[in-house]
T-cell receptor
Framework: AQSVTQLDSQVPVFEEAPVELRCNYSSSVSVYLFWYVQYPNQGLQLLLKYLSGSTLVESINGFEAEFNKSQTSFHLRKPSVHISDTAEYFCAVGYSSASKIIFGSGTRLSIRP | DGGITQSPKYLFRKEGQNVTLSCEQNLNHDAMYWYRQDPGQGLRLIYYSQIVNDFQKGDIAEGYSVSREKKESFPLTVTSAQKNPTAFYLC???????????????FGEGSRLTVL
């Protein structure tokens, strides 16, 4: 069955520290990968996506994620977090054999001053 | 501004009552989706529609119904048959209607339903 696993439900870090949010998906021939961010009581916004080409993708606010086909992972990283990055982050995967996107259970990132 | 509008933002319902959540988009997207969000469970797909007058069940369709009479509208009805309806409901749309899951999803602000 197609699935997405976010290994950490909560990640607390200090401000200006680096962070990695982990995401693994079930293997498939062709996948499309997304990270969405959700601020409290709001909908989700696309943070970055991998469709094809370079395996390293970046967002405008300093996040990056790398598609690793052999490990079926798409971990999200940021070298230095800010208080404003406090939110819940969702990894999502689209499979070429399906017409829907599957979401992980989310990782709540909390930033301590 | 183009986007997705969900209403109401907050809704209270007594047990045994049906309630309809509105979702309207002006992005000219073919595909629309309803997700349910519960703490620690991420987003679960209730129904989706790839074209007007057609829709498919998602992973947790029991106790819900939808219609897609217009391209821009995809209302969700939470019926009295839904055993645990208290949740945050998110509507989304995407350009992609041909399948493959390649399309970015655009989300509304959500509707929080509480059953008293």
């Amino acid at each position: 069955a197609q699935s997405v696993t976010q290994l950490d439900s909560q990640v607390p870090v200090f401000e200006e520290a680096p962070v990695e949010l982990r995401c693994n998906y079930s293997s498939s021939v062709s996948v499309y990968l997304f990270w969405y961010v959700q601020y409290p009581n709001q909908g989700l916004q696309l943070l970055l996506k991998y469709l094809s080409g370079s395996t390293l993708v970046e967002s405008i606010n300093g996040f990056e994620a790398e598609f690793n086909k052999s490990q079926t992972s798409f971990h999200l990283r940021k070298p230095s977090v800010h208080i404003s990055d406090t939110a819940e982050y969702f990894c999502a995967v689209g499979y070429s054999s399906a017409s829907k996107i599957i979401f992980g259970s989310g990782t709540r990132l909390s930033i301590r001053p | 501004d183009g986007g997705i509008t969900q209403s109401p933002k907050y809704l209270f319902r007594k047990e045994g009552q049906n309630v309809t959540l509105s979702c309207e988009q002006n992005l000219n997207h073919d595909a629309m989706y309803w997700y349910r969000q519960d703490p620690g469970q991420g987003l679960r797909l209730i129904y989706y529609s790839q074209i007007v007058n057609d829709f498919q069940k998602g992973d947790i369709a029991e106790g819900y119904s939808v219609s897609r009479e217009k391209k821009e509208s995809f209302p969700l009805t939470v019926t009295s048959a839904q055993k645990n309806p208290t949740a945050f409901y998110l509507c989304a749309s995407s350009i992609d209607s041909a399948g493959g899951g390649t399309g970015e999803l655009f989300f509304g602000e959500g509707s929080r339903l509480t059953v008293l």
